[in-house]
């Protein structure tokens, strides 16, 4: 969420972020409903003021064996207009509250321009694709072939955009899990969660899924969400809180399993797990100063990264432009992998600075130190360290061979109990 004092006093500021994101502008409406709202709140004031007056004069009045009753019919009148001018208040404040959590955040000055995926800046590139004397294949035919990936299974249970993992297979996505949360515990100093995969309304507004993006969620009956990633809970944790500057920052990490509608993805990714409704993600969240933060980004980019080189595969950093971020980011950069199956880079990771935006929407502050009163408001990170199952389907990818079988990377091989190589139906 915004600060509405920025918006009131420099509009020209949100509606410029607006038009870099490819958005109408809102600035109007959002001082309209503000301006509103307080010329309600000073009438409501000065009806008090009257009311309380009317009635001291109608003490007075009495005293002096005088007919008051003029009064006490204004004092109840205003009573009655006081209560009317409140839920008017309420109303105005409610819809200005909405508005407001449903604008997305400004860019950053240094986040390039342009509307979609095709105006991303390239960063760096590490590691060269690997040249196959063969055709390489896409992740499905090498699992389903091995009797280790089914889809089939999964749709029998399911329906489509779930699946099945089976043996050494399902051990190498438990594995490559493991390894990315010790990594992050012992390698990268987060602080390990096991959160709850269900939450509640507030949590999901506090990071920004609500209530603009319901439709990608998943919900209970009874009213709990499924989280889309675990920077729901991990961000929440603070949610509410005033923190002390001397304990920042405060960085978590964990492994979930996520859920997501894929309510705008008719069409793309049918074939395969790179867009499923469920899968496992290692989610790195910091919690941290306002100072802090551009910083802090460039160091939970490098975490996610040094996962990728620990498992020898391919992959390209890219700073997202104004029009391809989320909305609750200032700044994105997504680390994309290799998939030679695929002869394209796709995504794997998104690191991204939220800066006081969601700490907004939770009411999380700290207390700067040497500041005796006064706190202010943290700022917020996150970052996949990374899709699980995307990171399995690199793996299989990457070190696909001619006969089917896949080599199993260094890293791994002590999670597989030594297992090398992966065969059909091990």
């Known amino acids: 969420m915004l600060d509405i004092r920025v918006i009131r006093d420099n509009p020209e500021i949100l509606d410029a972020a607006l038009a870099r994101r490819g958005k109408p502008a809102m600035a109007e409406a ?25 009635s001291r004069q109608v003490g007075a009045v009495k005293k002096a064996g005088g007919d008051a009753a003029a009064l006490i019919e204004e004092v109840a009148a205003l009573k009655q207009r006081m209560t009317e001018t409140e839920e008017q208040e309420k109303q105005k404040g409610a819809d200005l509250e909405m508005l407001l959590l449903g604008i997305p955040n400004i860019p950053a000055d240094d986040v390039p321009e342009g509307l979609d995926e095709n105006a991303n800046v390239e960063r760096s590139r590490v590691g060269t694709p690997r040249a196959f004397g063969f055709a390489a294949k896409e992740h499905d035919a090498i699992g ?8 089939d299974d999964a749709a029998k249970l399911s329906g489509a955009r779930f699946v099945v993992l089976k043996g050494a297979m399902a051990r190498m996505e ?25 939450v509640r309304d507030n949590a999901v507004r506090g990071t920004g899924q609500l209530p603009k993006f319901s439709e990608d969620l998943f919900r209970t009956e009874n009213g709990f969400w499924l989280i889309p990633t675990a920077e729901v809970p991990l961000t929440n944790l603070v949610a ?27 069409g793309k990714d049918t074939r395969g797990m790179i867009r499923q409704h469920q899968f496992y993600k290692v989610e790195m969240v910091s919690v941290v100063a306002p100072d802090n933060s551009d910083e802090e980004q460039l160091r939970m980019l490098g975490c996610a990264e040094n996962v990728l080189k620990r498992l020898e595969l391919p992959y390209r950093v890219v700073t997202l432009c104004a029009g391809d971020m989320g909305a609750t980011a200032r700044r994105t950069f997504d680390i994309e992998v290799w998939l030679p199956g695929q002869n394209r880079y796709r995504e794997i990771s998104s690191c991204s600075t939220c800066g006081d935006y969601q700490a907004r929407r ?29 990171a399995l389907v690199a793996v299989l990818e990457n070190f696909q061979q001619a006969d089917g079988s896949v080599v199993v990377p260094d890293a791994l091989r002590p999670y597989m109990g030594g297992v090398s190589l992966l065969k059909g139906g091990a």
């Open 240 to 266: 509410e809180t005033i923190l002390e500057e001397k304990d920042l920052p405060k960085r978590f990490t964990a492994l979930t399993a996520c859920f997501r509608s894929e309510a705008g993805a008719a």
């Open 144 to 151: 389903e072939k091995m009797g280790l990936m089914s889809f």
């Open 30 to 54: 959002v001082i309209a409903l503000d301006r509103d709202r307080r010329a309600l709140q000073t009438a409501w004031q000065e009806m008090q003021a009257r009311r309380n007056e009317a």
């Open 174 to 198: 438990r594995a490559l899990g493991q390894l990315m949360l010790d990594m992050h515990t012992a390698e990268h100093g987060y602080t390990e969660v096991s959160p709850p995969v269900l």
């Open 362 to 390: 939770m009411g999380a502050r700290f207390r700067p130190s040497g500041e005796a009163k006064g706190t202010r408001f943290l700022h917020t990170l996150n970052g996949s360290g990374l899709a699980v199952g995307r």
